[in-house]
Every structure is written in C-alpha cells, then in structure tokens.
C-alpha cells in the first residue's frame, strides 16, 4: 500500500482532531498532498494543501473554530508522472470518503460505561 489512512473511531466535538495520512513515496516524487473536507454546514469540499511533519501529513480539524456536527473527508496525492492516489479507497479501488459525526465526550463516556453493566 502506497498511502494510508486509518479514521478513528470517535470525534469529539470538543477536541481538535488529527487526520494523518502515510505515504510510501519519496518526497522527490510527490508533488501535492491534499485533503478535501466539509462539515454538514458546507455544499461543497474544500482542499487544503498538506506538508510533510515527522513522517505523515496531517491536517487538524478543530471544532472550535469551525462549529460542526459532522465531517466527511477524503486525501489525494499527486506524483511527478502524472498518476493520482487517493485514501481511503473501497475494495473496489474507489474512493470511499469519511464521514465522522462529532460526539460530546461526556455522553460518549456515559454510553460506554452504561454499555459495560
């Protein structure tokens, strides 16, 4: 696999979250990494560019600044010979966009402490 990413389970609507994405391609090949995102306020998404920090792209959506009950997001990358990678992608090799409802922490604690009785 040549560019990964691995959702995780839970987004808090109180805490920044990290979406981080690995690519297996050296930095001489790569000529944008990319992430297009929207909340369930936007129509449409929207790219932000990526550097490269300690191995990994990331990009960090903070809910304070922008209020959401929802995100939906997906990464691309693009190479010096033209191709296109995408993450994550289905079993079919489409591209298969998160989509993460932010969650108050408290309830979220709550539910899973009255799941364990």
Same mark, same amino acid.
């Given at each position: ?6 959702? *995780?389970?839970?987004?808090? !609507?109180?805490?920044?979250? *990290?979406? *981080? ?5 050296? *930095? ?11 909340? !369930? ?39 010096? !010979? ?13 591209? !298969? ?21």
């Amino acid at each position: 696999m040549k560019v990964m990413h691995r959702p *995780d389970d839970v987004v808090f !609507d109180s805490r920044p979250y *990290d979406m *981080d994405l690995f690519v297996d391609h050296s *930095d001489e090949e790569i000529v944008n990494v990319s992430i297009f995102f929207k909340t !369930d306020a936007m129509t449409h998404f929207i790219e932000h560019h990526l550097t490269k920090t300690r191995a990994r792209y990331r990009f960090r959506f903070n809910p304070a600044i922008t209020p959401a009950e929802s995100i939906t997001y997906f990464f691309v990358v693009t190479l010096n !010979d033209g191709s296109v990678h995408a993450a994550p992608l289905n079993k079919n090799g489409y591209i !298969d966009v998160v989509e993460r409802k932010l969650v108050d922490p408290v309830e979220y604690f709550k539910r899973r402490l009255a799941s364990r009785r």
